[in-house]
Every structure is written in structure tokens, then in C-alpha cells.
């Protein structure tokens, strides 16, 4: 049973490019702080090495954040959240960082001799 669940916009050079999720609290008194937060990144494809700011954090809740569960879809792309300093205001701010994904490149390397090999025919 979610207990909460608030959404917010994911803004990239001004522009909405999508919503996050943050949902959690089980009911159940043994395991009630599992969070989540969910990425939905709609039409946008993030590059790889790409950093998304989502909120500033105080520092006491910088561990927290650190070991909260990102889920989401992106094309090739893998997702992790980050809690990184703000210079500017000695604070925190949760980021989520894109990377290749792995298998995503082995599995283009895979298709692209048979799609070769299709259009010879």
C-alpha cells in the first residue's frame, strides 16, 4: 500500500521534459520507509554522462537520499541518483546521472550485421 506520492516536473533549459515520482511508505511498521522515485522522461532522451538537478536536500537527509531507488525507462541509457554539494548555498542537491548502458550497446552490435546482411539480399 503506497502511503504518499508526489510528483514533480523535470525542467531541462527551461523546458519540462517530464515528471519524477517520489512514492513510498509500505504500511507495514517493519518496512515502512522503502521510497521510490520514479523517472518518467516522456519524449526526451537524455545523453550520456548527463546531469538532471531535481531538489536541494539538507544535509541531514543527504544519507538518505544517497541509497533512495531510481526506477524509469530510458532508451539505452541507465539512471542513478546522486547527491552532489551546492556551492552556492553549502547545501545538497539530489541529481539523476545518465550513462550508457552496457548491454544496450552489445545488442546494437548484435542487430546491425543482420540488418547489413538483410539489405544486401
Not at 80 to 107: H, I, M, P, R
Request: charged share 20%; with cysteine.
Amino acid at each position: 500500500m503506497i502511503v504518499y506520492e508526489v510528483s514533480y516536473p523535470i525542467v531541462v533549459n527551461g523546458q519540462t521534459v517530464g515528471t519524477y515520482t517520489v512514492f513510498g511508505g509500505t504500511g507495514n511498521f517493519t518496512n515502512s520507509n522503502v521510497n521510490v522515485l520514479m523517472i518518467d522522461l516522456e519524449d526526451y532522451q537524455p545523453q550520456d554522462g548527463e546531469v538532471i538537478p531535481l531538489f536541494a536536500i539538507p544535509e541531514e537527509e543527504k544519507e538518505y537520499w544517497e541509497s533512495i531507488e531510481i526506477q524509469g525507462e530510458a532508451e539505452c541509457i541507465e539512471m542513478k541518483g546522486e547527491v552532489l554539494s551546492d556551492s552556492q548555498d553549502a547545501g545538497y542537491v539530489f541529481n539523476v546521472v545518465f550513462t550508457e548502458s552496457k548491454t544496450c550497446s552489445v545488442n546494437q552490435a548484435v542487430v546491425l550485421p543482420t540488418l547489413i546482411f538483410l539489405l544486401k539480399v
